[in-house]
């Protein structure tokens, strides 16, 4: 119920911070989610084919990081998560792409948001692992360069 009541919100333009709550919350293998990157700018966001595909209003969809098949069944609330994450005032896009064998680090790809093509990128900015906890472990950016958050 929770996701369906955000995803009306997120229809109406109310802060897409709050959608970011919930997305952990949805099955994300079989819902998909209503967010704005920017003001005035609305995405969805959904599996399909094992890929995380976006689609911002008026663009074509990109197909994001590929999922792997034991993930959508063990992680379908974890998915991906809607953030923003390098601080820049735009949400990002982060997709599960490695779980260590314990599941107690998750490594995310990175996808931001390019304001002048109003879509998203369909090549990782970075990678971000964080602990099961949600604690940021490592960050790479594009660049290569690790650092410990």
Do not use: W
Not at 26 to 32: C, E, I, L, S, Y
Not at 61 to 70: D, E, G, V, W, Y
């Amino acid at each position: 119920m929770k996701a369906l009541l955000h995803r009306y919100y997120a229809l109406f333009g109310l802060a897409a911070f709050t959608l970011y709550s919930t997305t952990t919350l949805a099955n994300q293998v079989t819902d998909f989610s209503v967010f704005q990157p920017v003001s005035g700018v609305s995405a969805n966001i959904y599996i399909e084919k094992n890929s995380v595909v976006v689609h911002t209003t008026g663009k074509p969809s990109t197909r994001l990081n590929a999922i792997k098949p034991q993930y959508l069944s063990h992680y379908a609330d974890q998915l991906y998560k809607i953030s923003d994450i390098d601080r820049n005032g735009t949400l990002d896009i982060a997709v599960l792409d490695v779980v260590d064998s314990s599941a107690t680090r998750f490594c995310y790809k990175v996808y931001s948001y390019i304001k002048r093509s109003s879509q998203f990128s369909n090549k990782p900015s970075y990678t971000q692992c964080k602990s099961a906890a949600g604690t940021v472990i490592y960050a790479t950016n594009e660049f290569n360069i690790a650092s410990k958050r």
